[in-house]
DNA sequence: TATGAATGAGAGTTCATTCAT
DNA sequence: CATGAATGAACTCTCATTCAT
C-alpha cells in the first residue's frame, strides 16, 4: 500500500511546473514550446496532457498559486504589526515583499511579465487578485497620509510606484552578486520610507 | 526637404514600423505574426520584405532606434543643467525621463520587456546601449554622494532602482487619466529626490 | 436465468454497445472517439478495454450482430410464407424489412453507412453476410420472373434498387413523424409491387 | 506575357479539389489527411493552405458546388419538358437524375454520404440546397396525384424513397459493369413509373 | 474491473521566409 | 514595389492503445 518513494504521485505535475517557470522565464510563455517542457521533465508531449488542462491553463495555475500565496504570505506578516504605525507597517511590507519576491524570483517574473499570454477569462481573475494585492499598500500609504506622516499626492499612484521599484529589484537581483538581500532590503527601506515621510524642513523640488 | 507626394515609400516603412510597434506592445514580439503586421498595413506578407530585413531585424531596429533617440535626448537635456548641483541634475534626468516616457510609451515597452526577443549578437548591443543610458543616471548619483548630498549605499543598485520606478510608470500612465503628466512628474521627483537625499534628522529605519 | 444484482458486468458492456452505437451514428466511426465513448458510459478510457478488443473490433460486432439477426429474423419471417407466391413473399419481406429497419435505426446505419471503418478482413466477412441477404431478396424476384409474373430486367440489380428505396426509409424516418410505420410499409409494398409486376397493358416508357 | 501552360493558375485549385473528392470517397472525409492530400498533388501540407480556407470549408465547397450545379442542370432539363404530362416529367426527371449522378459517382457520394462533416452553419446551408432539389420531384408528384395519374399515399415520402432508390444507384453502379446507362436508366424508370400510376385493376397489397 | 500515467503517431493549422512574376 | 504560391519546420492538441497498480 506504501507508495514508491518518487513514483508518479504529484512529482511528475510538480516537475512540469517547476520546469514551466524555468522556461517561460527564460524564453516567454509564447515562445515556450510544449515539446521543450516535456523534453525537460523526460515525457513525451502527449504526456504533459496527464498533468495540465493546456498551455494556457498551466500559465494561469503557476500565476494564481503565486498570487494566492502572496496574498495570505503578505496577510500574515502585516498581521505581526497590526496596529503600530504606518510608517513600521510600510517597514513590513517592503520587507515582506522583497525577500519574497527575491527568493521566487522565477515566480514573480512569470506573474508581472507575461500576463499577456492570459486568454481574457484568466487576465481577469489575475488582474483581480493583484488589485487586492496593491490594494494592501494603498491602505498603509492611506493611514499614514490621513496620520499627517506621509506625504503623497496620490497614494494609489504612489503604490504603483513603489512596487514598480519593489519589483524591479526582482529582475535584476542575483543571489550570488555583490550585495546580500539584507543589503536590498535597507537600501530599498530607506530610500522608499524617506520618499513617503512628510519632513519637516519642506524640501519639496524647486 | 521636399518628398515627392504619392511616393509612398518611406510611408509604407513607417506604417509598417509603428503599427509593429502597436503589434508587438499588445501581443509581444513573437506573438505577432507578419501575417498580423501585414494585415494591418494592407499588404500580403511578402510585401513586407521589400521594407524589412527579418522580423528579428524589425524588432532590433526599433529597440535601436529608440535608445539611441533616447540617450541623445537625455543627454542634451543634461547639457542644459551642466555643472548644477546633482540634485538639480537628478531632478532633470527625472523630468526628461517621465516625459519622453510617457510620451512614448510603445517604443519604451517594447524597448524594455521584448529584449528576450533579440538574437544574441542584437541583444549585446541593446544591452551596452542601455548601460551607456544607466551610466548617466550612476554618475549624477554618484556626484551626489561625492558631495556627501545623497545618501546610498549603492549607486548602481540605487539606479536600478529609480529606473525600475520611472520606467514603471510608463506601463500604468493613462494620457487621459486622474493625473497630467505634470502630476506625475512632480510626485516622483518628490519621492525620489527625498529618497536619495542625505537627511538632517538622520531617519534611517529602524 | 438468475444474474446477481450489482454484478454489473455484462451491463458495462451493453452500456457501451449501446452508446457506441449513438455516436457511431451521431459523428462517424472515425470521428467518435473512445475518450467520448468512456465519458458517456462512466469510465476511463483505459476501462474500456475491459470489455472491447479494439475501436475496430467493437464496429465489427457491432454491425455483425446486427446483421447476423437480420438474416435470422428474414428466414424466419419468410419461413411463414414459405411455398406462397411471389407476390405474397415479396410484401413479407419488404414487411419485415422495413418493421425492422424501423425499429432498429442506428444499428442499420452503422451497418450500412460505415463499412468504410472495417479492416479489410472484417470488411470481407461483412459484405459477405450482406450478400446472403441480398440473396434472399434476389431468389423472391427470380421465381416471381420464372412465374411471369414479374417483369425485371435484372434481378440483381432490381433487387439492389428495391433494398436501396427500403433501407433510405429509416434514414428519414421518425417515429414521432407524420406517418406512422403502417403508412409507411403500406406506400413501400404498394410502390415496389406495381413496380415489379408484369403489367397488362405494358405501360412500358415511351 | 502569356501565361505558361499548366502553370500554377487555377491549375493546383483544380487538382487539389479533384484528389480531394477522391480521397474523402475513399476514405471518408474525417478520416482524409489534408498530408494525404497533399502528398496526392504534389504539395508540402503547408501549400495547401494557399488554395483553401481550411479543411471543413473544402468540403462545404465541394458539397456546394455539386448541389447548385445539380439544382441547375435539373431545372434545365425540365424546362425541355416544360408544359407535358407529369409521367413525361418524371421519366425526365429519372433521366436526368441517373446519368448525372452516373458521371459524376464521388460528387454525389460525398454530397449525400459526408454532411455529418460539415460544421452546423455549413450544414444548414447545404440541406437547405437538397430541400430545393427534393421539392422539384415533389412538385412533379404532386401534379400527378392532382391530375388523377400518380396513386401515391404521400408524395413527400414517395420522393424521399424514389431518390433514396435512384441515388442508391450511384453507389453500386460500375461504368464497367455488367450493365450499360441506358440499362439501369430503363430498369429504374420502368419499376418508378409503374410504382407510382394509378392502375386500372386496382392492385393494392393484399 | 477500474484507473492514472505513459506513449508514438499524427491531426489541422500557422509560422517566417523565398522566389518568380 | 507588390503579389501568389511554395516551403519546411514547428506548433498545440488528440488519438488509440498499453501497463503497472
Redesign the pocket.
Known amino acids: 500500500m506504501t507508495?514508491?518513494v518518487g513514483s508518479?504521485?504529484?512529482t511528475?505535475?510538480l516537475a512540469i511546473r517547476k520546469a514551466g517557470l524555468r522556461l517561460i522565464t527564460e524564453h516567454g510563455f509564447?515562445a515556450?514550446?510544449?515539446?521543450?517542457l516535456a523534453a525537460e521533465v523526460?515525457?513525451?508531449?502527449?504526456?504533459l496532457?496527464?498533468?495540465i488542462k493546456?498551455?494556457?491553463h498551466l500559465l494561469f495555475e503557476l500565476i494564481h498559486e503565486h498570487l494566492t500565496a502572496l496574498l495570505e504570505q503578505t496577510d500574515a506578516a502585516l498581521a505581526q504589526v497590526a496596529g503600530e504605525s504606518p510608517t513600521r507597517r510600510l517597514e513590513r511590507f517592503v520587507l515582506h515583499h522583497l525577500t519574497y519576491h527575491m527568493e521566487k524570483k522565477r515566480e514573480v517574473f512569470v506573474a508581472n511579465f507575461e500576463l499577456r499570454g492570459l486568454s481574457p477569462e484568466n487576465y481577469k481573475v489575475i488582474v483581480a487578485l493583484r488589485r487586492r494585492y496593491e490594494a494592501r499598500l494603498i491602505a498603509i500609504l492611506d493611514e499614514g497620509v490621513a496620520a499627517g506622516m506621509f506625504d503623497l499626492l496620490d497614494t494609489q499612484v504612489a503604490a504603483y510606484a513603489i512596487l514598480a521599484m519593489l519589483t524591479g529589484a526582482c529582475t535584476w537581483y542575483r543571489p550570488d552578486g555583490r550585495l546580500s538581500t539584507d543589503d536590498v532590503v535597507m537600501l530599498h527601506t530607506k530610500m522608499l520610507l524617506n520618499g513617503c515621510l512628510h519632513l519637516a524642513g519642506g524640501n519639496t523640488p524647486s
Not at 32 to 36: D, I, N, T, V, Y
Request: hydrophobic share 15%.
Open positions: 507508495r514508491t508518479h504521485g504529484p511528475t505535475s509564447e515556450m514550446s510544449l515539446r521543450q523526460g515525457l513525451q508531449t502527449a504526456s496532457y496527464n498533468h493546456t498551455k494556457q
